[in-house]
């Protein structure tokens, strides 16, 4: 079965190309025919593309312009000569920032305590992650083991008494009302 739809669309492109050749201001695109430029998706015909060397947004970002963010990073990697226990070196400027900060914090800043703290926890996080598990103290693993062998007996805790009315009173108190209860003396509604 032949498609009518696609023939007629190639006979459209190829009635388009040769419009666009023959309407081109280049004499040679007209004549040259074997070489045709194809038109389509992403190819423009040739008088409406941007001539070499002229951008497409002429008001957009100049070459060799750079961001804040290009700036403060290339800023903070300059290096600076420091000289620390008598001997001299040379660190980055990020480095020199965060050791003034901390050194601050150190001597009882509050306000770069505070920033130090704040970094840390994003940075680095609030916790190390424990790499082996912890074990149990050696009175912790004898509850443990006199329980998982049913001995009830081990354990020496006296249990709670209980009293006449049948609540839990460790400490014998004599509570005549209960206060989900209602009293008989107090009429109800």
């Known amino acids: 079965m032949i498609d009518d739809n696609n023939d007629n669309r190639d006979d459209h492109l190829d009635d388009l190309e040769r419009d666009n050749a023959e309407h081109s ?6 004549a040259d025919e074997g070489d045709q430029y194809k038109v389509g998706y992403g190819r423009p015909p040739k008088p409406h593309q941007f001539p070499k060397g002229r951008s497409g947004n002429p008001k957009g970002r100049p ?5 804040l963010k290009t700036d403060l990073k290339a800023e903070l990697a300059s290096l600076v000569a ?3 226990n008598g001997k001299t070196k040379k ?3 990020q480095q020199v920032v965060l050791k003034s900060l901390v050194a601050k914090a150190a001597k009882g800043d509050t306000k770069a305590a505070g920033q130090v703290l704040t970094m840390v926890i994003q940075i680095l996080g609030i916790e190390d992650a424990r790499t082996g598990r912890t074990d149990l103290s050696p009175s912790d693993l004898a509850m443990l083991d006199s329980y998982l062998a049913g001995d009830t007996a081990a354990s020496d805790a006296p249990e709670p008494e209980v009293d006449a009315s049948g609540n839990d009173n460790p400490n014998n108190l004599n509570n005549s009302t209960n206060p989900d209860e209602e009293s008989d003396d107090e009429p109800s509604c």
């Open 91 to 93: 660190i980055t400027k």
């Open 63 to 67: 070459k060799g312009a750079r961001g």
């Open 82 to 84: 420091i000289t620390e």
């Open 25 to 30: 201001d280049n004499p040679a695109d007209a």
